[in-house]
């Protein structure tokens, strides 16, 4: 027996059990479904059941694994099965009614992969920061099954949609295109999970991303209380850098964050902390925005603001008053962030594009640009800017105090902190500001004599 015949012979071996004897449309449960506590009564239990499990959900998907390994125990059953599978009924299971050859991403050699997907036939998981075609391939057949199968938790979706977004029980993000808006044939599935790495700083100098030897700055940086924006492209460590940074952040301020997808754990990263997460964006933001304007938060948090909407909320946020907000924001000349922002906020709530980017300047304090390299795909830390207004109040200042030079893997200091960046830092914590000048001296001192 081969294993397409094994699945084929558990799958109509469970459908009798399930819809064929009696009782109910949907048949007896089986004993390990029964002792789940779901009842052999009604059908909809049996519905509910078999949905559950599909949807990745335990202890159903347990339950129905047991049931499996039971029938090939019992009916002496045997086929070699897939090696990206780790047990046959496991093998039976995804292949039948669950994740398929996309079931190995879930396992534990690829826990620290972020990213998988499936273009047409083929699968890739995201390996050691590239895309690695894997040897599995899924058919359009069994790729529209999953599709079903991920729609399972947000009924509401239409099915005939070209576009999905929906969420797993374990949080990974799942964006479906097909029909009209993929080609014929190449229909996608992409998977997208945050990762959990090691959030400090010693663990980003680890990886290359930032110099050691910076790392007491970005300390006193947080101290101080700083407006922050943390922007680069996909993937480019952003979104980990600002996880980073907020570990350091004083544990007893209360803080709110706005997401518009649930990827930042702070619960996880600071358990014990007040803060406050919410998922909003588009016009959902904008309904709870003068909400947020009458928090008695101490800070905020935009962990990605993509559109105008967000933008505008992070500026009002600031100009009230708001120390210590972080925010990320995709670009790619970080020197232009004021202005790109400004764009996005004019677009969706009109205004003027130069006064709009002298608030934005006058809102943020430094703006730290991320890279993924080419060649080796390390994240590297490749700028960052002191923002700010001139003195007359009607320029951007962008002053470059860091620079990454990709030929000598070698950062550039300069020294520079303008009479604003003083007084907030003064104002925050006097003690913090003095080791943080220290600290910036020292680095440009240390890049001369380089």
């Given at each position: 027996m081969n294993f397409s015949q094994l699945c084929d012979t558990i799958s109509a071996k469970l459908?009798?059990?399930?819809?064929?004897?009696?009782?109910?449309?949907?048949?007896?449960?089986?004993?390990?479904?029964?002792?789940?506590?779901?009842?052999?009564?009604?059908?909809?239990?049996?519905?509910?059941?078999?949905?559950?499990?599909?949807?990745?959900?335990?202890?159903?998907?347990?339950?129905?694994?047991?049931?499996?390994?039971?029938?090939?125990?019992?009916?002496?059953?045997?086929?070699e099965i897939p090696g990206w599978y780790d047990s046959p009924e496991s093998a039976v299971f995804h292949e039948n009614w669950g994740l398929a050859g996309m079931a190995e991403w879930f396992g534990p050699d690829y826990a620290d992969s972020g990213s998988a997907?499936?273009?047409?036939?083929?699968?890739?998981?995201?390996?050691?920061?590239?895309?690695?075609?894997?040897?599995?391939?899924?058919?359009?057949?069994?790729?529209?099954?999953?599709?079903?199968?991920?729609?399972?938790?947000?009924?509401?979706?239409r099915l005939d949609k070209d576009r999905h977004e929906v969420y797993m029980s374990d949080g990974t993000r799942v964006t479906i295109f097909r029909g009209g808006l993929a080609k014929k044939g190449l229909d996608a599935i992409i998977f997208r999970r945050y990762i959990i790495p090691d959030l400090t700083f010693e663990g980003q100098a680890d990886r290359n991303t930032i110099p050691p030897h910076a790392i007491p700055l970005f300390e006193y940086m947080v101290a101080c209380g700083y407006n922050v924006v943390f922007c680069g492209s996909v993937r480019s460590a952003?979104?980990?850098?600002?996880?980073?940074?907020?570990?350091?952040?004083?544990?007893?301020?209360?803080?709110?964050?706005?997401?518009?997808?649930?990827?930042?754990?702070?619960?996880?990263?600071?358990?014990?902390?007040?803060?406050?997460?919410?998922?909003?964006?588009?016009?959902?933001?904008?309904?709870?925005?003068?909400?947020?304007?009458?928090?008695?938060?101490?800070?905020?948090?935009?962990?990605?603001?993509?559109?105008?909407?967000?933008l505008?909320?992070?500026?009002?946020?600031?100009?009230?008053?708001?120390?210590?907000?972080?925010?990320?924001?995709?670009a790619r000349e970080p020197r232009a962030f004021a202005y790109d922002a400004a764009v996005e906020i004019v677009r969706d709530m009109g205004g003027d594009i130069q006064e709009t980017a002298l608030r934005v300047a006058g809102s943020f304090d430094y703006v730290f640009h991320f890279s993924s390299m080419r060649k080796d795909k390390v994240k590297k830390l490749t700028a960052i800017y002191e923002m700010g207004l001139s003195e007359d109040g009607e320029g951007v200042l962008m002053h470059e105090i860091c620079r990454y030079n990709r030929m000598s893997d070698h950062w550039k200091w300069t020294y520079h902190i303008g009479k604003d960046k003083r007084d907030i830092g003064q104002e925050e914590d006097a003690d913090a500001f003095a080791a943080f000048e220290i600290c910036l001296k020292g680095l440009h001192d240390r890049s001369r004599l380089s």
């Open positions: 459908l009798v059990e399930w819809g064929g004897q009696g009782g109910t449309a949907m048949g007896p449960v089986p004993g390990p479904i029964h002792a789940a506590g779901l009842g052999p009564e009604p059908a909809r239990d049996m519905i509910e059941f078999q949905k559950r499990a599909i949807m990745g959900c335990e202890p159903e998907m347990g339950s129905m694994k047991m049931r499996i390994a039971q029938i090939i125990a019992s009916d002496h059953l045997s086929a997907k499936i273009i047409g036939s083929r699968i890739y998981f995201l390996d050691r920061g590239c895309m690695k075609l894997m040897p599995q391939k899924i058919s359009a057949d069994r790729r529209e099954q999953l599709v079903r199968a991920l729609l399972l938790r947000t009924p509401e979706e952003k979104t980990t850098f600002l996880s980073t940074w907020q570990r350091y952040e004083d544990p007893e301020l209360e803080g709110v964050m706005v997401e518009t997808d649930p990827e930042i754990p702070i619960h996880r990263l600071m358990p014990e902390s007040p803060v406050i997460q919410l998922i909003a964006d588009g016009e959902r933001l904008a309904g709870i925005s003068k909400s947020l304007m009458r928090s008695d938060a101490d800070y905020f948090i935009l962990a990605e603001a993509r559109d105008g909407v967000a505008d909320t992070a500026v009002r946020l600031a100009r009230k008053g708001t120390r210590r907000m972080k925010m990320t924001f995709h």
